[in-house]
């Protein structure tokens, strides 16, 4: 797969759990006037009250998610809290083949393998203002137990360890005004020209 041939641009935000990453991406992206994609991954976890199969995640078994791996389906792949979330090369290949660019919301992990795969991609990392405020956000989501909420604390001080890797940092303070600024962010991104190979 290749992104330089067409206009769309590939663009990865990772941020900790409790960043306030997935609403701040669906906020950004919610007018449709930006040509940009969000690429819907794969997950072996189980759905969230009020998530939706194909549209915030497509939820697969483990067994289909091996036979996918196997098949070579996946442009990355990592596992995190005990599951497995990929990112379909297909997915990424439809959007980028209509003209549009393609926002992948990934981890850590994932992002390493996108950069090595292709060194002109561009990457964010969301942070919310301090340690106190992921606590306060995964405990107001209350979707997570709380053996599964100190995990998920644990991996967040190990996630943002590799935020200085990133080509672009946005603290989250305000839910408006970091919308605003991703919403430049993207825009300043796609319009201009690929990012030259490292090294070049
Ligand atoms: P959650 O279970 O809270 O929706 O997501 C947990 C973590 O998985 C988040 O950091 C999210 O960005 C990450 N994630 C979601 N989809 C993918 C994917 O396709 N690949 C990778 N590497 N991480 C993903």
Request: net charge neutral; hydrophobic share 35%; no cysteine.
């Amino acid at each position: 797969m290749s992104q330089g041939s067409g206009t769309g641009r590939l663009i990865v935000l990772s941020g900790p759990s409790g960043s306030g990453k997935s609403t701040v991406i669906a906020r950004a992206l919610a007018a449709g006037d930006l040509p940009i994609r969000r690429s819907v991954s794969v997950t072996t976890r189980p759905p969230r009250p009020g998530e939706r199969n194909g549209v915030d995640y497509y939820f697969w078994s483990p067994a289909q998610f091996d036979e996918a791996l196997q098949n070579g389906e996946f442009l990355e792949w990592a596992e995190i809290h005990g599951h497995r979330y990929g990112t379909l090369k297909r997915e990424v290949e439809s959007h980028l083949r209509q003209g549009y660019s393609v926002l992948l919301e990934i981890d850590v992990q994932g992002a390493q393998q996108i950069r090595q795969q292709f060194p002109e991609v561009t990457t964010i990392f969301l942070e919310a203002p301090s340690l106190a405020d992921y606590e306060r956000r995964l405990r107001q989501r209350g979707t997570e137990d709380e053996a599964s909420l100190q995990r998920r604390l644990d991996i967040i001080e190990r996630e943002l360890a590799h935020a200085p890797q990133y080509d672009l940092r946005l603290v989250n303070r305000d839910l408006e005004q970091t919308v605003a600024q991703l919403r430049q962010l993207l825009r300043t991104i796609i319009s201009r020209s690929p990012k030259a190979p490292s090294g070049a």
